[in-house]
């Protein structure tokens, strides 16, 4: 039987989402769709990879080539995400699409091409490098019934979460960008991050259905703060999520994550993925707090000569000043430049 490598297209897209739902290590970022959300939103090139064997699909990578000037040229599956890389049905699969990534990373002239993996990726280690992991998955089963999912938070985080409850917030499921969007992008200016295009947000609601939801903490029915969660499988992943100096005030991000706990039970939803976090960080110490174990993500790389791992990152010391005064600048200026900045930094 013979295999074949070709480039996606979007009459493959229904085979291809099957063999996602269907693959052990398959995440919600290798469903078909993100091609065209990555495409809109930030302008990136899809290069998606299907491994075929008979007729039938037994690989799939998802690739978007990312050009910036500021940032340079990278082959990466997948930016804007947390986990990405090839799932194959087999080894030999799997070492195919790795060969056809390496041969398109040179046709483009890319220096850099990067898997996002959850787990390891059995590839040549002369060819493919795995750095010491940067970046730290939370992720668990939750308990089922209220009064256990919140015993099952540690005692100390338990208490943040009862006082936030008696502070009287409330929480309710949206589908609009606002307030989502206000609330975002003033958490990320506060962190001095540039924020991405309200573009990208409608091409998530509008390409990914009922699998993208927003939760809305309100206080004395004003909103605090907001998490954007994306559903796959028995699994949410709350991914984007922001508020201002009130929700600090109210214990808003607490209420908000209890609320996502009891919300994903409700839908039958027995996982819970935190997202990843760099060592160090206050998100990875919150987490922790939570109870949630840290896991390492091994992402690799393959190089061209000369070329190094991207370091684009707020840990690296060389954006420190670059950070500082983007704090300082007035939001509607950070909101209109944040865009063509953020789209070489996923």
């Not at 990578?61 to 890389?85: C, D, I, N, R």
């Not at 390891?120 to 089922?144: A, M, N």
């Not at 208490?159 to 609009?176: C, D, N, Q």
Request: net charge positive.
């Amino acid at each position: 039987m013979t295999l074949r490598y070709r480039p996606a297209e979007p009459r493959d897209a229904a085979a291809w989402d099957a063999f996602v739902d269907t693959h052990p290590d398959a995440t919600f970022f290798h469903r078909f769709a993100w091609g065209g959300i990555l495409a809109t939103g930030f302008g990136h090139r899809p290069h998606f990879l299907l491994a075929e064997r008979d007729g039938q699909v037994c690989g799939v990578l998802p690739l978007m080539e990312v050009k910036t000037l500021l940032f340079g040229h990278a082959l990466v599956s997948l930016p804007f995400a947390v986990y990405g890389g090839p799932l194959a049905a087999d080894g030999e699969a799997l070492q195919g699409l790795a060969e056809a990534a390496l041969a398109l990373q040179r046709r483009l002239g890319a220096p850099v091409c990067e898997f996002r993996a959850r787990g390891g990726l059995d590839l040549d280690p002369q060819r493919f490098v795995t750095p010491e992991p940067l970046y730290f998955t939370f992720r668990k089963t939750l308990p089922e019934g209220e009064d256990d999912l919140l015993k099952a938070i540690p005692r100390k985080q338990r208490a943040v979460v009862r006082k936030a409850i008696e502070r009287g917030l409330t929480s309710r499921i949206e589908h609009t960008v606002e307030p989502f969007f206000s609330l975002y992008a003033e958490s990320v200016h506060h962190l001095g991050t540039p924020v991405f295009s309200r573009r990208y947000v409608r091409a998530l609601l509008e390409g990914l259905g009922r699998d993208v939801e927003i939760l809305t903490v309100r206080h004395e029915d004003r909103p605090v703060c907001a998490v954007l969660s994306f559903v796959f499988r028995d699994e949410i992943l709350p991914y984007y999520a922001g508020g201002g100096p009130a929700a600090r005030g109210v214990g808003g991000h607490d209420f908000m994550y209890w609320a996502l706990m009891r919300r994903a039970r409700e839908r039958g939803l027995s996982g819970f993925d935190f997202g990843r976090s760099k060592a160090g960080t206050g998100a990875f110490d919150f987490k922790k707090n939570w109870g949630f174990a840290p896991a390492p993500l091994p992402y690799c790389f393959a190089l061209a000569p000369g070329a190094a791992i991207p370091e684009n990152n707020p840990l690296n010391p060389k954006y420190r000043a670059m950070i500082a005064l983007w704090k300082r600048l007035p939001r509607p200026v950070v909101n209109r430049l944040g865009p063509a900045i953020i789209r070489g930094l996923g």
